[in-house]
């Protein structure tokens, strides 16, 4: 199975911060990577698919880069409703997986 | 609008099966692919397996293969998934979620279910 390692796992961050976060294969996966925002008790939002295409309807200081191996998602002026835990998923190899997640909170 | 509605809570014995429903309604349920992800408390998401809107084609997880079914209702607009001989490691939330590419290509998921809790205990 591909691995898909985030980093940070924890983000401490202020409204108005720039933040980048990122998610490594442990193969290459191509551009098959999503990302998600999940908050408390709620489905997953789908933010980016296919490394940077930004899903309709999502702020565009959400962004998303890479291929292969390594990925980024930024978020160029945090807002106090980012305030959550973010997965990267990869979508080349089956299964399917996702990232650890990495909890983005507010400083 | 687009929306997924699934089924209730579940309570279940060790080695007994759940059939879980998606509901789907504001698009062409046959020109997307559906997942089915679940969540045990506090650990990532897990991915099950998906099933072809246009001609029912399931995969699966390879660990989940066996025990793990996708199956649909064209006329009700309606896909299922039935796990069996569940163990308190099932216990979890279980989303069905749309996929957004094309059929035959899977991209991300940008439509959720609410989630249905299965809760395994004896």
């Known amino acids: 199975d591909i691995q898909l390692t985030q980093s940070p796992s924890f983000l401490s961050a202020s409204v108005g911060d720039r933040v980048t976060i990122t998610c490594r294969a442990s193969q290459g996966i191509s551009s098959y990577l999503a990302w998600y925002q999940q908050k408390p008790g709620k489905a997953p939002k789908l933010l980016i698919y296919?490394?940077?295409t930004l899903q309709s309807g999502v702020p565009s200081r959400f962004s998303g880069s890479g291929s292969g191996t390594e990925f980024t998602l930024t978020i160029s002026s945090l807002q106090p409703e980012d305030f959550a835990t973010y997965y990267c998923?990869?979508?080349?190899?089956?299964?399917?997986?996702f990232g650890q997640g990495t909890k983005l909170e507010i400083k | 609008q687009v929306q997924l509605v699934q089924s209730g809570a579940e309570v279940k014995k060790p080695g007994a099966s759940v059939k879980v429903s998606c509901k789907a309604s504001g698009y062409t349920f046959t020109s997307y692919t559906m997942h089915w992800v679940r969540q045990a408390p506090g650990q990532r998401l897990e991915w099950m397996g998906w099933?072809?809107?246009?001609?029912?084609?399931?995969k699966y997880s390879q660990e989940l293969q066996g025990r793990v079914s996708i199956s649909r209702d064209t006329s009700a607009s309606t896909v299922y998934m039935e796990l069996s001989s569940l163990r308190s490691e099932d216990t979890a939330v279980y989303y069905c979620a749309r996929d957004t590419g094309p059929l035959g290509y899977n991209y991300g998921m940008d439509v959720w279910g609410q989630g249905t809790t299965v809760a395994v205990s004896s």
């Open positions: 099933i072809h809107g246009g001609n029912g084609n399931t």
């Open positions: 296919t490394a940077s």
């Open positions: 998923q990869q979508l080349n190899n089956y299964p399917y997986t």
